[in-house]
């Protein structure tokens, strides 16, 4: 039996890993007692699979995971009893039961939606970022293998980005930026070169990041993994 | 206001689930809710600090208590402790993230004597004055415990009290007192009197130590009346009838000993006579097999770890290991739990037990013949042969393996270049053995890595009494050996032996040593077993300018009159014993396994029946 689920990673736990994230929920899976299969070989491991690593910082109320199991088990109690089990802040939201020959999530995601806060923000804030996004290209520099730095085009990769709510204290972005294994855009590179062109560079900004959502790209149009799960 | 500085810079900093607290089992209470706070302390970093299965057992045992809560604290990394110093951040508690100056105990353990300089850190960072004196009724009680705790001397005006000896009991009488004289409201000082009067509290500044002329002690004598001359270890009589945690904090990060794990027995009954381990935890009393099991079951549930570990000193020493092995296997195996064993004696290696064991997990092998010949080996009453160690690698190669570990110490009382060259044979003979199981075939597969530390001595051990060789010398021992183990497949590795050199200072100093502690600490030593921080150079300024020579007490021979720092500590073990031993290794004679014969070590002074 496969399950998707869907998972968010908020509050203290924004700091650990991927790989911390993987074992905790592996530890939560053996001490909810849930049936997953486990690969077969020297070293076996329960046969999960995750979606693109949050980075670390960010929070998220949509995260996924893919999980194999032996035996039958209800969807909705898998969840009910992984949260009597976790950590603060992590929290199983939804789990629907896949087709086992579904393509992989991983492989299927393509974007994610984020809500950016900025405390306090740039002057002039809602025109510069207007600004920001009317450039035809938006270049940054990312160091590549073997410490050469390569230039990058960003600007295809945010699909839509606005500001949401507005005010002095704090400005809240939406933004859908591409979040896949062939096409990848982590939201603080486009937060620096924004803050960078704002002008503002030297004055060190704080910003929070919370992933909102993953998407799929379905005959409906964008979709997110559970609807895709439950056959688009 | 504080908490969101602290949650803003553990952003910024490497690793910040060091500081992040809130894993799965972390005790939550209301602090208003009870009376007594204590921070336990463990300074080091946090990967280090849970990996302590003491720590472990005193948190929760502490926890079970309705009038106390019991939180964790570890020694920030320099990055951290950077950050909170601009901040103005003091030391806090991973629970609550509340300022450790605010609790009522701040506990030490003490597990190395090159953390001490993170001990006087950590006070410094929490705001808590360093020196015992200068204390008040607004500060908490700064106490600590731990196989150092036996000769805590270079930390005694550091510390208000002391305990010697297992803490699963002595602790909960010492929260009892406290809690009866917080209601009271007397002034500290009668608490540490209080607490002096409980077995096993050793409160340093109720003893006064004065030095003859040419440095060694004089005498070590309790300062007040109704105080003991001799403070006495206490110890836990019954393992299974003893508290311990059927839960575990399970950490996120990957900290070094990530697993259950179960304690299986305590105390060591094999005297290798450099290891203080085996003269300080003894008498060896072991955990029953059904009880071991059922600590299991509930640990396995309650953390959801996919490995347990076999904890103790010699651990195939343990009476039913293969029985409880098969149960465990039976048991587990299907559940996908693995099993990890240290420690393993190289005599003991019998091959249906490396087959169970590589069932579940084929990990690299620790061989630990400890010195090169078998002269030397009976010095230090490691009763292994070289017969013994070929035949274990002789299976392990035969069953597949072909990375593996020797270790040996260098520097150990009687070495001569014969026992360095016998190091060097066992790794040529061992590198022979694989070539001849594998018919000559896969030589390049074959790792051996042969690692060297430098002797230290210490407290209550044989070796007590013996001179450290030199700084100059280690290296020369150390060259020899790189030279003598240019070998195919062999590599070596050894220890700093300057590092080694100032543990052998702190390990049998005295009260002297506190103001080159403080000294070495203000002028920025911290951290001093990690390499990267280890200033030696500031360390030898600290000596200079504190007029106290580390030779002193590193490299000086001591005569079996001479007042030893310890002598006021009472490890069951007696001196006279231990001189018996000494004399006996000098000598080259060996003392059997003390199953086999009493050696009438003074442990069961502790207590009629303790032995097995």
Same mark, same amino acid.
């Given at each position: 039996m496969r399950i998707v689920v869907k998972y968010a990673k908020e509050g203290r736990v924004k700091y650990i890993s991927h790989l911390e994230l993987m074992r905790t929920l592996h530890r939560a899976l053996r001490r909810a007692d849930i049936p997953v299969a486990f690969s077969q070989g020297f070293n076996p491991q329960p046969r999960t699979a995750f979606t693109l690593p949050l980075p670390v910082g960010m929070t998220s109320e949509g995260e996924y995971m893919d999980i194999i199991l032996e035996s039958y088990l209800n969807p909705e109690l898998l969840c009910q009893r992984m949260n009597e089990v976790l950590p603060n802040g992590i929290t199983l939201l939804r789990a629907v039961e896949v087709d086992e020959s579904l393509s992989s999530l991983m492989s299927l995601i393509e974007r994610a939606v984020y809500l950016i806060t900025i405390y306090d923000p740039v002057k002039d804030m809602d025109k510069k970022f207007n600004d920001f996004l009317k450039q035809n290209e938006i270049i940054i520099r990312k160091d590549g293998k073997k410490g050469k730095q390569r230039l990058i085009n960003i600007r295809p990769m945010i699909h839509k980005a606005g500001i949401v709510n507005f005010q002095k204290t704090d400005t809240v972005i939406e933004a859908v930026l591409s979040t896949g294994s062939r096409e990848y855009l982590n939201p603080n590179d486009m937060m620096d070169e924004f803050i960078a062109y704002a002008g503002e560079g030297n004055i060190e900004r704080s910003y929070t990041v919370h992933r909102v959502d993953m998407l799929i790209s379905s005959n409906n149009g964008w979709i997110t993994p559970l609807e895709f799960g439950r056959g688009g | 206001m504080n908490k969101a500085v602290i949650d803003r810079i553990i952003g910024q900093v490497s690793k910040p689930v060091r500081y992040m607290g809130n894993e799965y089992n972390m005790i939550v209470k209301d602090p208003s809710e009870v009376l007594i706070r204590f921070a336990i302390a463990f300074p080091d970093v946090y990967e280090v600090g849970m990996s302590h299965l003491g720590i472990k057992i005193l948190y929760h045992i502490m926890n079970e208590r309705e009038d106390t809560y019991c939180e964790r604290v570890f020694a920030p990394w320099v990055d951290m402790e950077q950050k909170m110093r601009e901040n103005n951040i003091p030391l806090f508690a991973l629970e609550t993230r509340d300022p450790v100056a605010g609790f009522d105990f701040l506990g030490f353990t003490l597990q190395?004597?090159?953390?001490?300089?993170?001990?006087?850190?950590?006070?410094?960072?929490?705001?808590?004055?360093?020196?015992?004196?200068?204390?008040?009724?607004?500060?908490?009680?700064?106490?600590?415990?731990?196989?150092?705790?036996?000769?805590?001397?270079?930390?005694?005006?550091?510390?208000?009290?002391?305990?010697?000896?297992?803490?699963?009991?002595?602790?909960?009488?010492?929260?009892?007192?406290?809690?009866?004289?917080?209601?009271?409201?007397?002034?500290?000082?009668?608490?540490?009197?209080?607490?002096?009067?409980?077995?096993?509290?050793?409160?340093?500044?109720?003893?006064?130590?004065?030095?003859?002329?040419?440095?060694?002690?004089?005498?070590?004598?309790?300062?007040?009346?109704?105080?003991?001359?001799?403070?006495?270890?206490?110890?836990?009589?019954?393992?299974?009838?003893?508290?311990?945690?059927?839960?575990?904090?399970?950490?996120?990060?990957?900290?070094?000993?990530?697993?259950?794990?179960?304690?299986?027995?305590?105390?060591?009954?094999?005297?290798?006579?450099?290891?203080?381990?085996?003269?300080?935890?003894?008498?060896?009393?072991?955990?029953?097999?059904? #009880?071991?099991?059922? /600590?299991?079951?509930?640990?396995? !549930?309650?953390?959801?770890?996919?490995? *347990?570990?076999? +904890?103790?000193? $010699?651990?195939?020493?343990?009476?039913?290991?293969?029985?409880?092995?098969?149960?465990?296997?039976?048991?587990?195996?299907?559940?996908?739990?693995?099993?990890?064993?240290?420690?393993?004696?190289?005599?003991?290696?019998?091959?249906?037990?490396?087959?169970?064991?590589?069932?579940?997990?084929?990990?690299?092998?620790?061989?630990?013949?400890?010195?090169?010949?078998?002269?030397?080996?009976?010095?230090?009453?490691?009763?292994?042969?070289?017969?013994?160690?070929?035949?274990?690698?002789?299976?392990?190669?035969?069953?597949?393996?072909?990375?593996?570990?020797?270790?040996?110490?260098?520097?150990?009382?009687?070495?001569?270049?014969?026992?360095?060259?016998?190091?060097?044979?066992?790794?040529?003979?061992? #590198?022979?053995?694989? /070539?001849?199981?594998?018919?000559? !075939?896969?030589?390049?597969?074959?790792? *051996?890595?042969? +690692?060297?530390? $430098?002797?230290?001595?210490?407290?209550?051990?044989?070796?007590?009494?013996?001179?450290?060789?030199?700084?100059?010398?280690?290296?020369?021992?150390?060259?020899l050996l790189r030279d003598k183990l240019r070998i195919k497949s062999v590599t070596y590795d050894w220890h700093d032996s300057e590092l080694s050199?100032?543990?052998?200072?702190?390990?049998?100093?005295?009260?002297?040593?506190?103001?080159?502690?403080?000294?070495?600490?203000?002028?920025?030593?911290?951290?001093?077993?990690?390499?990267?921080?280890?200033?030696?150079?500031?360390?030898?300024?600290?000596?200079?300018?504190?007029?106290?020579?580390?030779?002193?007490?590193?490299?000086?021979?001591?005569?079996?009159?001479?007042?030893?720092?310890?002598?006021?500590?009472?490890?069951?073990?007696?001196?006279?014993?231990?001189?018996?031993?000494?004399?006996?290794?000098?000598?080259?004679?060996?003392?059997?396994?003390?199953?086999?014969?009493?050696?009438?070590?003074?442990?069961?002074?502790?207590?009629?029946?303790?032995?097995?």
């Amino acid at each position: 039996m496969r399950i998707v689920v869907k998972y968010a990673k908020e509050g203290r736990v924004k700091y650990i890993s991927h790989l911390e994230l993987m074992r905790t929920l592996h530890r939560a899976l053996r001490r909810a007692d849930i049936p997953v299969a486990f690969s077969q070989g020297f070293n076996p491991q329960p046969r999960t699979a995750f979606t693109l690593p949050l980075p670390v910082g960010m929070t998220s109320e949509g995260e996924y995971m893919d999980i194999i199991l032996e035996s039958y088990l209800n969807p909705e109690l898998l969840c009910q009893r992984m949260n009597e089990v976790l950590p603060n802040g992590i929290t199983l939201l939804r789990a629907v039961e896949v087709d086992e020959s579904l393509s992989s999530l991983m492989s299927l995601i393509e974007r994610a939606v984020y809500l950016i806060t900025i405390y306090d923000p740039v002057k002039d804030m809602d025109k510069k970022f207007n600004d920001f996004l009317k450039q035809n290209e938006i270049i940054i520099r990312k160091d590549g293998k073997k410490g050469k730095q390569r230039l990058i085009n960003i600007r295809p990769m945010i699909h839509k980005a606005g500001i949401v709510n507005f005010q002095k204290t704090d400005t809240v972005i939406e933004a859908v930026l591409s979040t896949g294994s062939r096409e990848y855009l982590n939201p603080n590179d486009m937060m620096d070169e924004f803050i960078a062109y704002a002008g503002e560079g030297n004055i060190e900004r704080s910003y929070t990041v919370h992933r909102v959502d993953m998407l799929i790209s379905s005959n409906n149009g964008w979709i997110t993994p559970l609807e895709f799960g439950r056959g688009g | 206001m504080n908490k969101a500085v602290i949650d803003r810079i553990i952003g910024q900093v490497s690793k910040p689930v060091r500081y992040m607290g809130n894993e799965y089992n972390m005790i939550v209470k209301d602090p208003s809710e009870v009376l007594i706070r204590f921070a336990i302390a463990f300074p080091d970093v946090y990967e280090v600090g849970m990996s302590h299965l003491g720590i472990k057992i005193l948190y929760h045992i502490m926890n079970e208590r309705e009038d106390t809560y019991c939180e964790r604290v570890f020694a920030p990394w320099v990055d951290m402790e950077q950050k909170m110093r601009e901040n103005n951040i003091p030391l806090f508690a991973l629970e609550t993230r509340d300022p450790v100056a605010g609790f009522d105990f701040l506990g030490f353990t003490l597990q190395y004597e090159m953390s001490y300089t993170n001990v006087v850190n950590m006070l410094d960072l929490a705001g808590i004055p360093l020196m015992s004196r200068e204390r008040d009724k607004s500060h908490p009680f700064v106490i600590a415990g731990g196989p150092c705790a036996y000769n805590a001397e270079p930390l005694a005006d550091f510390l208000d009290l002391v305990v010697m000896g297992e803490g699963e009991e002595v602790v909960n009488q010492l929260l009892d007192e406290y809690r009866e004289w917080k209601k009271n409201g007397a002034d500290r000082q009668d608490f540490l009197i209080r607490a002096a009067g409980i077995d096993g509290v050793y409160v340093p500044a109720f003893y006064d130590v004065d030095y003859n002329e040419d440095g060694t002690i004089g005498s070590i004598k309790p300062n007040r009346e109704g105080v003991p001359p001799v403070i006495r270890k206490r110890i836990v009589r019954d393992l299974d009838n003893v508290y311990y945690p059927e839960t575990m904090i399970v950490p996120y990060m990957n900290v070094v000993h990530d697993r259950v794990t179960l304690e299986v027995f305590r105390g060591c009954t094999r005297g290798c006579r450099f290891c203080q381990a085996g003269m300080i935890y003894r008498p060896v009393r072991e955990r029953s097999m059904s #009880r071991l099991m059922e /600590l299991a079951r509930e640990l396995i !549930k309650n953390t959801g770890y996919e490995e *347990i570990s076999l +904890s103790s000193l $010699s651990t195939s020493d343990y009476s039913q290991l293969e029985e409880l092995i098969k149960q465990f296997m039976d048991e587990f195996q299907s559940r996908r739990v693995s099993f990890a064993l240290p420690s393993l004696r190289i005599d003991s290696f019998s091959r249906e037990f490396i087959e169970e064991m590589i069932k579940v997990r084929k990990a690299g092998l620790t061989f630990a013949p400890e010195a090169g010949t078998q002269r030397l080996r009976d010095v230090i009453n490691k009763g292994v042969t070289d017969e013994d160690l070929m035949n274990s690698v002789t299976q392990a190669f035969e069953l597949g393996w072909d990375n593996v570990k020797l270790y040996f110490m260098i520097g150990l009382p009687t070495e001569t270049e014969e026992d360095l060259d016998g190091i060097a044979d066992l790794a040529r003979r061992v #590198r022979a053995c694989y /070539l001849d199981i594998n018919r000559g !075939k896969q030589a390049h597969r074959l790792k *051996i890595t042969v +690692s060297t530390s $430098s002797f230290v001595p210490k407290p209550f051990t044989p070796f007590q009494w013996v001179a450290q060789d030199s700084i100059d010398l280690l290296r020369q021992k150390q060259e020899l050996l790189r030279d003598k183990l240019r070998i195919k497949s062999v590599t070596y590795d050894w220890h700093d032996s300057e590092l080694s050199f100032l543990e052998a200072v702190f390990a049998r100093g005295d009260r002297r040593l506190g103001k080159v502690l403080l000294k070495a600490w203000e002028m920025g030593c911290k951290f001093d077993g990690w390499a990267e921080c280890f200033n030696y150079p500031a360390w030898q300024e600290a000596f200079r300018t504190s007029e106290i020579e580390p030779e002193f007490y590193a490299n000086r021979l001591r005569d079996k009159q001479e007042v030893l720092p310890w002598d006021h500590i009472d490890v069951g073990v007696t001196k006279a014993f231990l001189w018996r031993e000494y004399e006996k290794a000098l000598k080259g004679e060996l003392t059997p396994d003390c199953r086999e014969i009493c050696h009438g070590c003074g442990i069961s002074r502790l207590g009629g029946g303790l032995c097995p």
